[in-house]
C-alpha cells in the first residue's frame, strides 16, 4: 500500500481500514472532513448511519414540543371516551330518574342530573361523541374541498385561478354565522351529517387560500419542469410531485378547522339551530343547563369545560403540527 493519499470526491464514502483518505479543495476542519471523518468511524466500528427522511425529523420536533404531546394525550383520551360512550356512561343519555331530579354532583352522579333527571355525566360523553363527529367529518370534507379549489387555481393559473379565488372571496365576503343561522333554519332538523355539510361547504375557504400559495411557488421549482419535461400529465404532477410538498399547512390548516367547526357547532346548538333533542351535543347541553337557571350551575360548567378543553388541545396541537413541519425551525421549546 503506498503513502500516497486516497481522493475521493464523495465525502460520505468510508475508507478502507488502515487507508488515508481526504477529500478534494477541503481545508482543516472543513464540515465535509469532519462528516467523512464521522463516517470512516462508524465503519470502523461496524456501526451503520441510518438516514432519516424529512417526516421522521418533523415526528421529532413534534415529540420535542411538551405542549403539543401532552395536549394530543388529553385529545385522544376526550375523543375515546365519546367514542365509548355507550359502554363507559353509567347511564342512557335518555334515561329518566324520578328519584334524582336537579341533583347536584354527587358520587352516584359526577356531574349532577336535570330536571328531567337524567344523568349529566352520562349526556355530557354521549355530547362529546357528537361533537367529535361533526368536528372530524368537517374537518376532512373542508380539506378536501379547498385542497382541490386551490391546488386548480395555483397549478394552472390565469382564467382558472381568477374564477376559482373570486369565488373563495365571495365565500370570505359573507357573514359566516348570518348564514348558518339562516341555512340551518331553513333546512329544518339537524342531525351531525347535514351540520357537518353546512359547515364544511362554508369553511374551506382559508384551506384553498394556503393550497394555492403554495401552488404557486412549487409549481416553478426545478423537478415540477423535470417532470413536464419527462412527459408527466397534470394529474400525476400535482398528485406525485406538489401535493406531498403541500402536506405540512394542510394538515395544520385541517387541525385548527376541526376546532373552528366544533365552536361553530356549540354555538349554534346553543342558539338551537345545532343538533336537535334528543341527540346529546355539548353545545346543546349549555343551552339547557342555562335553560334550567343559574342554581343549577353544574349543568353549564362541565359541558362548557369540556368545549374548552377540546379546542385548546386542537388549537395547541396545530402549533405543535406547525413548528414540526417547518424546515425552518431548529429547536422547539414549549
Not at 438516514?51 to 394525550?73: D, E, I, K, N, P
Not at 334524582?100 to 362529546?128: M, N, Q, V
Not at 409549481?219 to 410531485?241: F, L, N, P
Request: glycine share 10%; net charge neutral; with cysteine.
Amino acid at each position: 500500500m503506498t503513502d500516497e493519499p486516497i481522493r475521493d470526491p464523495n465525502p460520505l464514502a468510508v475508507a478502507p481500514p488502515g487507508a488515508e483518505r481526504r477529500i478534494d479543495g477541503a481545508l482543516p476542519g472543513d464540515p465535509r472532513e469532519l462528516a467523512f471523518d464521522a463516517g470512516a468511524l462508524s465503519y470502523e466500528s461496524g456501526l451503520e448511519i441510518e438516514a432519516r427522511s424529512q417526516w421522521a425529523y418533523a415526528r421529532r420536533r413534534f415529540m420535542r414540543h411538551r405542549l403539543a404531546l401532552t395536549s394530543l394525550v388529553v385529545l385522544i383520551l376526550v375523543f375515546g371516551v365519546g367514542i365509548f360512550a355507550n359502554v363507559i356512561a353509567p347511564y342512557g343519555y335518555k334515561e329518566i330518574n324520578l328519584n334524582a331530579l336537579s341533583e347536584a354532583p354527587s358520587a352516584h352522579h359526577l356531574f349532577g342530573t336535570d330536571s328531567a333527571g337524567r344523568d349529566s355525566f352520562s349526556r355530557t360523553l354521549y355530547g362529546i361523541r357528537t361533537t367529535a363527529r361533526v368536528g372530524i367529518l368537517v374537518g376532512v370534507l373542508s380539506t378536501l374541498i379547498g385542497t382541490i379549489i386551490g391546488g386548480l387555481a395555483g397549478f394552472y393559473g390565469g382564467w382558472i385561478d381568477n374564477l376559482l379565488m373570486r369565488l373563495t372571496d365571495l365565500f370570505l365576503t359573507l357573514p359566516l354565522l348570518a348564514i348558518l343561522l339562516t341555512a340551518a333554519r331553513f333546512l329544518g332538523h339537524s342531525t351531525p351529517t347535514k351540520l357537518a355539510l353546512l359547515l364544511a361547504a362554508l369553511i374551506w375557504t382559508p384551506i384553498a387560500r394556503i393550497v394555492r400559495g403554495s401552488f404557486l411557488s412549487l409549481r416553478e421549482k426545478e423537478y415540477v419542469e423535470a417532470a413536464r419535461a419527462a412527459g408527466a400529465g397534470d394529474a400525476r404532477i400535482i398528485v406525485r410531485h406538489m401535493l406531498p410538498n403541500t402536506v405540512g399547512p394542510i394538515v395544520v390548516a385541517a387541525t385548527l378547522t376541526i376546532g373552528l367547526a366544533i365552536l361553530l357547532e356549540a354555538t349554534l346548538s346553543f342558539l338551537g339551530f345545532g343538533i336537535e333533542p334528543p341527540t346529546p351535543a355539548l353545545g346543546a347541553l349549555l343551552s339547557e343547563g342555562q335553560d334550567q337557571g343559574i342554581d343549577k350551575w353544574w349543568l353549564v360548567t362541565f359541558p362548557g369545560i369540556v368545549i374548552v378543553i377540546i379546542v385548546l388541545c386542537i388549537n395547541f396541537i396545530g402549533d405543535g403540527l406547525r413548528d414540526a413541519l417547518d424546515p425552518t425551525q431548529r429547536r422547539v421549546r414549549a
